[in-house]
RNA sequence: GCGCCCAUAGCUCAGCUGGAUAGAGCGCCGGACUUCGAAUCCGUAGGUCGCAGGUUCGAAUCCUGCUGGGCGUACCA
């Protein structure tokens, strides 16, 4: 409950300061060296302030000042303070607290967590980046969770988001399935064949690599058509056209099954040259230079790191060139307070570089430069390899869990109950997959196991769905009975039991959560706390009769402390991209 | 070689930025549905927080050095 911290920060040091006086010592810095933590189990108190940095200089042992301190501070209106051991306890008073709380929660309309720490800024947040020449897989729906989540976090803290995604629609990898599909394809479409567009593209990609195999002028044709693609050729431009059509319309598919969605597009293919350009005008100036065998390049010493090839010595330009040009048009169209990569971790010395670039082109926009950067998603025995077929397919993997979310939906008879029963398994799915992937801090690794990782139960997505499901039972009940299920009065003194003062403290703390979770680019903080709430309150209404009450006004303040943490899992769902259900 | 990152229960992960006895889920074993939805709840077992030093009243958390793993260090993207 850090919200009443300062209060008793306040107080406890100005009973130190007065003490001190007594005794003649001089004290300074009281506030900023106590630091409130939780004490382990709640009859322990809701703040605990350890007095160890004290002792010292008041020559007394810690348990010693502890009681010196809780005696003279006694009780007042807000809570009382009791020494235990070396620490200061504060126990606040619940009954005001619980019914204030409540009173915000109900009365938030489905903004639960939502604040203002990041109220006028103009955040761009760039996600996915696929590529047109196959479908997404494992990888980028870690990065579309993380991407989507992060926005909506930063939204959630008042920020202005933008949402873009960067397509690399262009290089030797688009024209290898293009080389395929002239070779092998006989004008094969989505269409004809009943095959969704990237996975059409992506199989051509693969047979590429299988004629590579007994043809050894395949690499060489597929830089040669890379040529004529660069050189405006009509007939290559039209198959690429085409083909990025068809991959983008199926990828798209993808995003929408998965709640992903975009503000604008970038196409690499329209941005390469823009970069080109500005490397060209920073060798004039001297920023970069011109290496003996013909390259252009930027020496990276002053920051301890190597040269880096910023345009090949025909000068073409290299994978770092259209993420310069792509900047700089980005700060054009929406001139930003802070622009975020979400980008996997191999990358983080690509990012080091290019922050490095723009600065130097003197572009004072490049310190609001942020890399999020995450870490791999990688199989029990290793990592995915798409040579050895191990990679794991996006759309695959969310059909085969919506399968068994209906096999559990029918298993359980609530095929009825739910109507659209498909619909339900593919919520279901989001669910488990999304809180799967955003549960985890995002630089570090994580293994998915395809067998046992997926789980519905347990600390799983639908267990937060199970739970606000329940909650929605609770309150068709309520209705159907004319209770008034919208009073936002709580009376405080009906929830003083432990468990409904921890339920309420983990809302009261939810705004703080996001705000964190905000900051830090982190939203497996939000899965967390969303968690927490979710076990405690099914404890709760375990243990204790909520509407099957004979008390009518205790059942209706329970019901009513359901109802916000239904109000903070509705909005936490939200948050990171988890699918409501009332029921399921 | 050099640089960055990681290491916590059998497995997958938390640990609120230095505080009291390191927590969940899965799995194992054992309990709870005539009662608000059992995708639930409760209990048992399981730890030298990779190793060794250091800072501190106090370290999983901070500093140093090792060990093990990942990534990067391309005129690939």
Redesign the pocket.
Known sequence: MADWNGEWVKQIAETLKILASEKNIELNGAEARL?G?????AD??DI?F?L??F??EFRMA?PQLASEVASRLGESSHGRVEA????V?VFLKRENIVSETLKNVLTSQGTWGNNDSLKGRKIMIEFSSP?TNKPLHLGHLRNDALGESSARILKANGADVQKVILV?D????ICKSMLAYKKFGQGDTPESTGIKGDRLVGDYYVKFAQWAKEDDTAEKQAQEMLQKWEAGDEEVRKLWETMNKWTLDGIGETYRKTNVSFDKYYY?SQLYKLGKENILKGLEKGIFYK?E???TRVDMSEIGL?TK?LL???GTS???TQDIGTAISRQNDWPFDQLIYVVG??????FQVLFYILKKLGYQWAEDLYHLSY??VNL?DG?MKSREGTVVDADDLIANLSDL?LE??RA?G?EE?VEDARA?ADA?TLAALHYYLL???P?????F?PK??L??????G??LQ?MA??I???ER?AREMGWNTEDSQVDGTLLTADEEWELVGILADFPRVVE?AGK?HNP??IA?AL?NGA?VF??Y?????????ENTTLAKARLQLSLAVLEMLKNGFDLINIPFL???
């Not at 933590?37 to 189990?41: D, L, N, T």
């Not at 262009?170 to 990898?173: L, N």
């Not at 789980?455 to 799983?460: A, K, L, Q, R, V």
């Open positions: 630091k933590a939780r004490p382990p189990k322990m108190g605990a350890p160890f940095p002792a010292k810690p235990a051991g070396p620490y306890n590529n690399n262009r290089g030797v990898h690499e290496d065998d013909g390259s190597d090839v090949r010595s025909d290299v994978y770092i971790n191999e990358q983080d010395y690509h870490g791999m029990p990592k979310a559990e939906i359980k609530r109950e339900t279901v549960q985890v801090t630089k570090k690794d994580m293994v196991n046992e990782s789980s519905f139960n347990g600390n799983t639908p267990y199970y499901a329940r929605c039972s609770m009940k964190q830090d497996s903080l967390a968690y076990k099914s404890r209404y375990h243990d204790n009769p909520i509407l099957n009450n009332a029921k399921m």
